[in-house]
């Protein structure tokens, strides 16, 4: 069990990490804006999901599951098929996807008609939180518990999610929520990533939320002055991982996003000299 890892599907990165990431992990995919978290999340589901059915060596997920709180599966596809037209062919019928829109908003004055595709009439009472609905971190407690056994799942975002539980809660709670699910990651043996965006957070905010992390895979724009923009990743923390990174010398990875392969590993910056 302990010695499990699951593929991320992108081949260039999986040989560094001797066959993928450590079975169990709560991942935070940390990113500057345009970095690559997004995609390297389509990019590793589209790869996954195209091995489904297909005979393999690797441990494949159960299920693929795409968690929002402000997005639709509509507009998420549309994003991949501008972005990645091939992918949207293999995500399209395979992706497990989990909307909840409703009880994001239902505190809000946001009408009904902006987050609903349903004709529900728009009234006083419906800008209301219905009080037999149950709460949005109840929802998805429910949903993990019966969707996130042996699959991949992704959380976009926890950036809209910790938002969302400043308004309604107290910090420590939200921490406590991510101690849970870390503890409970252990216990469906697949991988929770979790997206959150770079300095929305005052700093000791965002400590606290990765401290609660089995791993934190950081996107960067390279800001040594290159005249080509250049996207790169680097493991900040990961149980189980740094130690096979450590013993290959590796910093960080280059990355190269196409709309033909998506997100892969372009380059493997090491210790200088070694």
């Not at 991942?27 to 059915?53: H, T, W």
């Not at 990765?210 to 923390?237: A, L, P």
Request: proline share 2%; glycine share 6%.
């Amino acid at each position: 069990m302990y010695l499990v890892r699951n593929p991320t599907g992108i081949n260039s990165l999986d040989q560094v990490l001797k066959g993928g990431l450590p079975s169990g992990s709560l991942v935070l995919l940390l990113g500057e804006v345009g970095s690559g978290d997004f995609e390297f999340v389509i990019s590793s589901f589209a790869r996954l999901l195209s091995m489904k059915g297909r005979e393999s060596k690797v441990k494949l997920p159960e299920k693929v599951c795409y968690i929002s709180f402000t997005r639709g599966k509509e507009d998420v596809l549309k994003e991949v098929a501008f972005s990645f037209p091939q992918f949207y062919t293999m995500i399209r019928d395979r992706l497990e996807f989990k909307d909840f829109s409703k009880a994001y908003f239902s505190r809000s004055f946001i009408p009904v008609n902006w987050y609903s595709s349903t004709n529900e009439e728009l009234t006083f009472q419906s800008l209301k939180l219905d009080e037999q609905e149950k709460n949005l971190m109840a929802e998805l407690i429910d949903y993990l518990d019966k969707n996130a056994k042996g699959s991949i799942v992704l959380i976009d975002s926890l950036t809209v999610l910790a938002q969302y539980c400043l308004a309604r809660m107290e910090w420590k709670d939200m921490i406590i929520f991510l101690r849970g699910l870390q503890k409970a990651s252990k216990q469906w043996g697949g991988i929770v990533y979790a997206i959150l965006s770079e300095g929305i957070f005052e700093t000791e905010k965002q400590e606290e939320i990765q401290e609660c992390m089995d791993g934190v895979m950081t996107f960067e724009w390279d800001h040594q002055g290159n005249s080509k923009r250049q996207r790169i990743m680097y493991m900040k923390k990961f149980r189980g991982l740094l130690p096979v990174l450590d013993e290959d010398n590796i910093v960080n990875f280059e990355i190269q996003i196409s709309s033909q392969r998506g997100f892969e590993v372009s380059n493997i910056k090491r210790v200088r000299g070694k």
